[in-house]
């Protein structure tokens, strides 16, 4: 049986980090895609009051590497399966009331993540690729506008 998207590149976002040690639905996709097609899976970039508060934990230490360019952001986990921690960090919007500064910083945010994920991509040389984003409303809510993907997958379980 040939399968339904086959020899495609794909990008996923979510909430959940591929380094996590919970079992995640979206990791367990993301595997599943690289079965015939080449997958980015997208960590979730730092926010900036996870730094502060955190700064010392192994995992942050770890993405900001990343960001000060010491350690590289991609990383090959699975044949035709890739992990990008972006070498961003978002601006902590969530303690703002829904509205204009609201909406502008979360344009802000999302235009940093799309440039850390097209410098991914591009590293990877990903072409004509389909976005799935699973539940991450805020962290890419202007991705399908600013990646441009073929085809954009918003996915709620």
Request: proline share 5%.
């Given at each position: ?6 020899g ?8 959940q980090p ?6 995640s639905n ?50 090959a ?38 440039r850390?994920?097209r410098?991914?991509m591009?590293?990877?040389?990903f ?22 993907p073929?085809?954009?997958?918003y996915?709620?379980?």
């Amino acid at each position: 049986m040939t399968p339904l998207i086959h020899g495609r590149d794909i990008v996923v976002v979510g909430q959940q980090p591929w380094d996590t040690a919970l079992g995640s639905n979206c990791k367990d996709i993301a595997l599943e895609f690289s079965r015939h097609n080449r997958v980015l899976y997208v960590n979730s970039p730092l926010d900036r009051n996870t730094v502060l508060k955190h700064r010392h934990s192994p995992a942050v230490q770890a993405r900001l590497r990343v960001q000060r360019g010491e350690a590289s952001g991609l990383e090959a986990v699975a044949p035709n399966l890739w992990v990008l921690s972006p070498a961003t960090v978002l601006e902590s919007i969530n303690w703002l009331p829904v509205g204009g500064l609201h909406t502008l910083a979360n344009k802000l945010n999302n235009r940093r993540f799309a440039r850390a994920i097209r410098a991914g991509m591009g590293q990877l040389n990903f072409q004509d690729f389909l976005l799935f984003n699973d539940n991450d409303i805020f962290r890419s809510f202007y991705l399908k506008e600013l990646l441009k993907p073929e085809v954009s997958v918003y996915y709620s379980r």
